[in-house]
């Protein structure tokens, strides 16, 4: 799951980083506590509209730049969830197959079973 308060916390964080700032500094200017600003950049607080305000006139970005590059990060975001989703997921036991030999028993009639501890070849 894709969360807009996390892409939006990297997003101020890179913005202060390069401006090399410290967490201490944008707190201070922006007038919300250090710890606050700290739980938003790690995307563990929702930043409210006037929260977001202070903060970007404090980092002197326009809150339009900043929700540009957040809505550019959904984006890719999104694509990479879409790629994943639609991304066949390879089979793990399919090439053991290859190197299980049961006598006597065609390939066909072999079915595996794999719990979570072991293989189980079980002729069918």
Do not use: F, H, W
Request: aromatic share 0%; glycine share 4%; proline share 6%.
């Amino acid at each position: 799951m894709i969360l807009l308060r996390r892409l939006l916390g990297d997003v101020l964080r890179r913005q202060r980083q390069r401006q090399g700032r410290t967490l201490r500094e944008v707190s201070s200017s922006a007038r919300v506590s250090l710890g606050y600003l700290s739980e938003v950049e790690r995307g563990q607080k929702e930043a409210s509209s006037e929260l977001l305000s202070a903060i970007c006139d404090a980092l002197d970005v326009r809150m339009s730049e900043l929700m540009r590059e957040v809505s550019d990060e959904l984006a890719l975001a999104e694509l990479a969830q879409s790629a994943a989703a639609t991304e066949p997921v390879p089979n793990p036991v399919r090439p053991m197959l290859n190197s299980v030999s049961v006598t006597g028993v065609p390939p066909e009639r072999v079915t595996i079973k794999a719990p979570a501890e072991a293989v189980d070849v079980v002729a069918a």
